[in-house]
């Protein structure tokens, strides 16, 4: 079965700080993994991907992802955090060949302090 | 801009009043998925269309049903809204995997 962790309910970091946001996941197979934002009442927005190819995914904002196959993680990094940045993360994974189902992780909120 | 849109973004109903949310898209996508959130927490999914194809998720309780009569539209009907349904009902939209999917703004549902 699929699953995603996002060991940490909450992150606090300085603007300007770089940010980190964990996450791993568990699939039988190979994964497609997504990085989502939620922004109050809002719907989530995607942020980058992995498919296959290189570890390292750039994505929107200047947000990015490395995925590590043997600690199967996949966590979000941003070198400089904004206060825009404050929001609610959620990772999500998929097996290949698994259908449609996308299993997302419970959210890591964001708290980016001016 | 092409986009997903819901409507209403809020509805109140009484209990056991069936509901109807709309969802419609600009995008083309023939992949149509509805989830259901609680409170910040994860996104659940309900079910998707696949063009006509119905795909039910095998925990999404019976008083859930859905229609999608063209590639722009789809609908999420509960049929007798329990305390429990209120939520917020997210729509997206996709090609097929392994692309991303886009969401709309979300309904909130509020059963009185």
């Known amino acids: 079965a699929q699953s995603v962790a996002q060991p940490e309910d909450q992150v606090n970091v300085a603007e300007g700080n770089p940010l980190t946001v964990k996450c791993t996941y568990s699939?039988?197979?190979?994964?497609?993994l997504f990085w989502y934002v939620q922004y109050p009442n809002r719907g989530l927005q995607f942020l980058l991907k992995?498919?296959?190819?290189?570890?390292l995914v750039k994505g929107s904002y200047g947000f990015e992802a490395e995925f590590n196959k043997s600690q199967t993680s996949f966590h979000l990094k941003k070198p400089s955090a904004l206060v825009s940045d404050s929001a609610l993360y959620f990772c999500?994974?998929?097996?290949?060949?698994?259908?449609?189902?996308?299993?997302f992780g419970a959210g890591t909120r964001l708290f980016v302090k001016a | 801009d092409a986009m997903v849109i819901q409507n209403p973004r809020y509805q109140v109903t009484q209990f056991g009043k069936p509901v109807t949310l709309s969802c419609s898209q600009t995008?083309?996508?023939?992949?149509m998925y509805w989830y259901q959130q609680k409170s910040s927490q994860a996104p659940k999914l309900l079910f998707h269309?696949?063009?006509?194809?119905?795909?039910n998720e095998a925990d999404t309780p019976d008083n859930f049903q859905s229609r999608r009569p063209n590639t722009s539209f789809c609908f999420l009907d509960i049929r007798s809204p329990g305390l429990g349904d209120a939520a917020m009902y997210l729509c997206?939209?996709?090609?097929?995997?392994?692309?991303?999917?886009?969401f709309g703004p979300g309904t909130r549902l509020t059963v009185l």
């Open positions: 699939v039988s197979g190979n994964p497609y």
């Open positions: 995008l083309n996508h023939n992949v």
């Open positions: 992995y498919i296959t190819g290189d570890n």
């Open positions: 269309y696949y063009d006509k194809d119905f795909n």
């Open positions: 997206a939209t996709s090609s097929p995997p392994p692309n991303e999917q886009f």
């Open positions: 999500a994974v998929r097996e290949k060949g698994g259908g449609f189902k996308t299993i």
